[in-house]
């Protein structure tokens, strides 16, 4: 990618399910049916109901390699990522989700399993039906409070799509320690977070969305082979204040991996000796592609990224299938 600079979204919309309030220390935010909204602050240690939650559990209710003598908040991290992956080789080839999925469970005496909670958003019934079937397929033992047998009330979070079978946020912070990082191994985790991108609405305050711009972000000045060409016309009808170019460039960036992962095809969009650049096929593939891309995301206004009138003038070609006479 080449030398562009990354513009900060700044859509304030909250995100759907933290969006609730302060939580207080030693309680955290429960799945609930009881409820109006669905979900209810909890202490971690209910006496009356017998449950405990996973950040002070003696012993979890799991194979785990999460050191004892953790604090809260890192038994509460190390828990959360080693259920993920007790999960993730569970799950059906069916899903072909883009999105958030949040899991709550029980673990009771005997190592049942109970009170799953499986919300995805976007919400998708088929999703959450599938990833409920995989944690019935997981094997638990009995959790342990102080050496007592106890019941056990577990949390978990996955981002879709990601090859890595890891949120974003701890692929980001893996990335961030590596060294002398080297573009073709962080590839497929660059090409999954530009697809989150364009998955969901935007939600500027939510974490792995901005952990997925992060990732892209820090890319941005490596030399990584594939150009994005902006300067076209259609890019310059675009704004930053509705972060349209930021997002055209991402787009291009998509096509441009896409092509390369899944069909072989190396787009560099390189100055070529004799040629005009904006001329180049490379070049107009690409911007077309990523425009294509830009268009159909952002011509969904659950999306939240408004449309100029001059972009409607491009959408509208891009309805009509002509999107490719418009641009060039």
């Known amino acids: 990618m080449k030398k562009y600079k990354l513009y900060i979204l700044t859509f304030l919309l909250l995100f759907p399910v933290f969006a609730i309030g302060q939580i207080p220390n030693g309680h955290f935010l429960d799945a609930d049916k009881t409820t109006e909204k669905g979900y209810k602050v909890k202490p971690f240690k209910q006496e009356k109901e017998g449950i405990y939650h996973y950040a002070i559990l003696t012993e979890l209710p799991f194979k785990n390699d999460c050191d004892s003598g953790l604090s809260e908040k890192e038994q509460i991290a190390c828990s959360e990522k080693n259920l993920r992956n007790f999960i993730y080789p569970k799950l059906s080839s069916e899903i072909n989700f883009k999105g958030n999925v949040y899991i709550y469970l029980t673990i009771t005496e005997d190592a049942q399993i109970s009170d799953i909670t499986v919300s995805s958003y976007p919400n998708s019934e088929l999703t959450n039906k599938l990833i409920e079937e995989a944690i019935k397929k997981v094997e638990f033992k009995p959790a342990k409070f102080e050496n007592e047998i106890v019941k056990s009330r577990l949390w978990t979070s996955f981002t879709f799509p990601s090859s890595s079978k890891e949120l974003f946020s701890?692929?980001?912070?893996?990335?961030?320690?590596?060294?002398?990082?080297?573009?073709?191994?962080?590839?497929?985790?660059?090409?999954?977070?530009?697809?989150?991108?364009?998955?969901?609405?935007?939600?500027?305050?939510?974490?792995?969305?901005?952990?997925?711009?992060?990732?892209?972000?820090?890319?941005?000045?490596?030399?990584?082979?594939?150009?994005?060409?902006?300067?076209?016309?259609?890019?310059?009808?675009?704004?930053?204040?509705?972060?349209?170019?930021y997002l055209y460039m991402i787009a291009m960036m998509n096509y441009s991996l896409d092509q390369k992962i899944n069909h072989n095809r190396i787009?560099?969009?390189?100055p070529i000796e004799g040629q005009k650049y904006s001329e180049q096929e490379d070049v107009k593939e690409v911007q077309l592609g990523g425009a294509k891309i830009l268009l159909e995301f952002i011509g969904n206004a659950k999306n939240n990224v408004p449309m100029t009138s001059k972009t409607k003038i491009f959408y509208k070609a891009y309805e009509k299938n002509k999107l490719d006479k418009e641009l060039f």
């Open 267 to 270: 787009l560099e969009c390189k």
């Open 170 to 245: 701890e692929s980001f912070e893996k990335m961030k320690q590596d060294e002398n990082p080297e573009y073709k191994n962080y590839e497929n985790l660059i090409f999954d977070a530009s697809n989150y991108v364009f998955s969901n609405p935007i939600y500027p305050n939510g974490t792995e969305f901005g952990a997925a711009n992060k990732i892209i972000g820090f890319w941005k000045n490596k030399d990584t082979g594939l150009n994005i060409p902006i300067g076209s016309d259609f890019y310059k009808v675009l704004t930053n204040q509705k972060q349209q170019q």
